[in-house]
C-alpha cells in the first residue's frame, strides 16, 4: 500500500522533472549561460532523483535512501556552484572536492542508515544547513551585482531553510526521542515539516528558473536595441556624408523629389544652389588632406548655420556642395540667402596655427508650378544650377548667377 510520504515524494518528483524540462526549452541563451545550464540541469534532476528514491525505496530497497539523501545534498551543492557561476569560474578543484564530499558523506550515511537514525538526521541536517548558508552567501554575492526580485526570493528561503535545519538539529540532540526511526509512519509535525522543505525545495526551483527566463529576455532585448543602433548607423551611412554628417546625395534627392511634388501640389518655388569652393584645392596640396577636412567640416557648419531649419545643404564630394531651398514664394525669390552663403564660406577659417580663406561660386536654379517649369525634372534642375555655378567661377569667382535658359 502505498503511505502518504511515497505520494508525496512521487508528485515532487514529477514536478522537478516538469520543471527541468521546461527550463531546458525555455533555456536559449546557449552561448553565454551554457555553464549555467548545466549546473541548473544537474541540480534539478538530482533533485528530482532524490525524491524518486524516497519514493521508491519501502518498495524496492532502503539502499535507495542514502542514494535519496546523496542527490539530495549535490543537488544544493549544484546550486551553490549555479549561483558562484555568475560572478566566478568554477575551478575543477572546487569540483572535484565536492564531489570527495559527496562520496565521504555517501559512506558514511549509507554505515549508519539502519543503526543510529539520530545521527543520521543529525548529519544529513548540518550538512543541509552548512550548504544553506554557502548557498546563502553566493547568493549575497550575487544580488550585490542584480536585484533581481527572484534571487532575493531565493534568499529568503535559503534563510528560512536554514532556521528550519537549526530547529531540526536541537531536535535531534535535545529531543530525540521526538524523532520517528520509521520515516514512511511519521507523525502529523515530522511529516508535516518534510513536505514544508520540499516545498521551499521547489520554489526555490521556480525562481531560479524565472530568474533565467528573466535574463534571457533582458538579454533579447539588448540584442533588439543592439540591432536598432546597427540599423541607425547603416542608415547615417547610407544617407550622411562621413566627414561632414551633411546629407549626401542619396538624402539630397529624396528631399528635392519631395519638395518638387509639394510644389506641383501647391503654389510657391523652390531653389537650387550649386556650390564649389574657390581656392581649396591649394589648401589640400600645400597643407594636406588632414587640414583640407577641416576646412570642409567648418565651412559646411558656417553654410548649415545660415540657412533655415527647412533647407537642406548637402555635400556632393570633394568641395561640392548643394542647397534645397523650399516653401518659396514669388517675394522670397528675390531674397535667396545667397550673399549670407558667399559670407559665411569666404569669412576666415582659422585651423590649427593657421588662417585660411576660401571663397564660393554659387549657381542657382528655380522650381515653382508654372509653365515654363512643367519640363524640368530633378536631373535637370541640378544640371542647370551646375551650368549657372561654372558662370559664376569664370566671372570671377566669389559670386553667384542665376540658370537662364
Known sequence: MIEYNQLFYGIFAIIAFGLGISSIIGFKDQKNYFKTKVYW????????????????????SYYLLTLANTCLVAAMVAKIFLFR??????????????LLLLIVYFIAFEQIRQTDFKNRVLMTSMLLMVTNIVQLQALTA???????IYLKFNSTLSILMVGILINRIYTCIYHPNNLSIDIYHETALPLYGRMIGYTMFV??????????????WQKANQTIDLKEVQVNDLKELAYYDNLTSLPNRLLFMDRLEQAMARVNRERGYLAVLFID???FK????????????????????????ALRKTDTVARLGGDEFIVLLTELSEHDIGKIPVT???????????????TLNVSASIGVSL????????????????????????????????????FES
Open 203 to 216: 520554489l526555490n526551483y521556480i525562481f531560479i528558473g524565472h530568474y533565467f527566463y528573466e535574463k534571457a
Open 41 to 60: 540541469t544537474v541540480s534539478i534532476y538530482l533533485f528530482m532523483l532524490s525524491c524518486l528514491f524516497w519514493a521508491i525505496a519501502p518498495l524496492t
Open 282 to 305: 591649394q589648401i589640400n596640396d600645400n597643407h594636406g588632406h588632414d587640414i583640407g577636412d577641416k576646412v570642409l567640416i567648418t565651412v559646411s557648419q558656417r553654410m548649415k548655420a
Open 85 to 98: 557561476s555568475f560572478t566566478q569560474a568554477i575551478t575543477k578543484a572546487q569540483l572535484i572536492s565536492a
Open 277 to 279: 569652393l574657390d581656392g
Open 340 to 354: 549670407h552663403l558667399l559670407q559665411a564660406c569666404s569669412a576666415a577659417i582659422n585651423v590649427e596655427t593657421l
Open 367 to 402: 522650381y515653382g508650378r508654372h509653365a515654363s517649369y512643367q519640363d524640368t525634372n530633378i536631373s535637370t534642375l541640378i544640371e542647370q544650377a551646375d551650368q549657372a555655378m561654372y558662370v559664376a567661377k569664370q566671372a570671377g569667382k566669389n559670386r553667384y548667377h542665376y
Open 142 to 148: 550575487l544580488i550585490k551585482i542584480d536585484k533581481s
